[in-house]
């Protein structure tokens, strides 16, 4: 069964850093596009940050120069460090990524890490 697995939310105070992993695992052949996406309640779900299996990355406005999103294509991992946090940053983030399985090309998401940025 493929799974992405979040971890590392928590409460973190403005200012404060943070950085949260996501491990793909299962019957996995290949890797593609991997992100972070984060919702608060009543919202919609939006991007954070995406990398490719080349390592190219895309940043939303708000996170740009606060936020790095990196990879272990080893381990299957990516990361999302995240400097000088907002409280407007609280959050559930969750990990997506598309993936080679077996017979297909498919999404899949995360069950996502809870973040709260708060004094």
């Known amino acids: 069964q493929v799974q992405l697995v979040e971890s590392g939310g928590g409460l973190v105070q403005p200012g404060g850093s943070l950085r949260l992993s996501c491990a793909a695992s299962g019957s996995i052949f290949s890797i593609y596009t991997m992100g972070w996406y984060r919702q608060v309640p009543g919202k919609q779900r939006d991007l954070v940050a995406t990398i490719t299996s080349g390592g190219n990355t895309n940043y939303a406005d708000s996170v740009k120069g606060r936020f790095t999103i990196s990879r272990d294509n080893a381990k299957k991992t990516i990361y999302l460090q995240m400097n000088s946090l907002k409280p407007e940053d609280t959050a559930v983030y969750y990990c997506?990524?598309?993936?080679?399985?077996?017979?297909?090309?498919?999404?899949?998401w995360g069950r996502g890490t809870q973040v709260t940025v708060s004094s």
């Open positions: 997506n990524a598309d993936l080679r399985v077996p017979g297909q090309v498919d999404n899949y």
